[in-house]
């Protein structure tokens, strides 16, 4: 058996021409032709376009109903409560610098680690009669935290 058993009308590769392939025909012909074939883009007139639907102005939402209550309803999007913005909080308590040589940790007055730590007057004083805790100045606070 040889090597070209698959070619049964014993044809050679020269023979062989493909169903769409056009031997006598020059590639730049062939790219003109391809070209002339495009077909312009036809305008659409305004009428024809598919629109999305309009969103809803109006939303099912929580309102009050009556006499303070809430039930449900509509509201306008642009009326929509929108989160406000919370304004930092100024804490009212007057607050001394302690520092603590080691963590300390005390039942219902809550713990100090080591180092520099913010805490009210009042807890001040009862952290004051331990050992490890001192008082510090604002410019000692200052000069070690920046």
């Given at each position: ?28 012909s ?17 009428d ?15 309102v ?40 300390v ?7 100090l ?6 805490v009210s ?26």
């Open positions: 058996m040889t090597t070209d058993s698959f070619n049964e009308n014993n044809a050679s590769e020269d023979d062989i021409v493909l169903d769409n392939q056009n031997t006598d025909t020059d590639l730049n062939i790219a003109v032709e391809d070209i002339a074939k495009i077909e312009e883009p036809t305008l659409v007139k305004e024809e376009i598919v629109k999305s639907p309009k969103k809803d102005e109006e939303v099912p939402s929580l009050p109903v009556s006499d303070g209550v809430i039930g449900t309803g509509k509201l306008n999007k642009s009326e929509e409560a929108k989160p406000a913005k919370l304004a930092p909080k100024k804490d009212s308590v007057k607050k001394v610098a302690l520092f603590a040589s080691r963590n940790s005390w039942q219902g007055l809550g713990k680690l080591k180092g520099y730590n913010f007057v009042d807890a001040a004083d009862k952290w004051l009669t331990l050992d490890t805790v001192r008082l510090v100045s604002p410019e000692e606070v200052k000069a070690n935290l920046g």
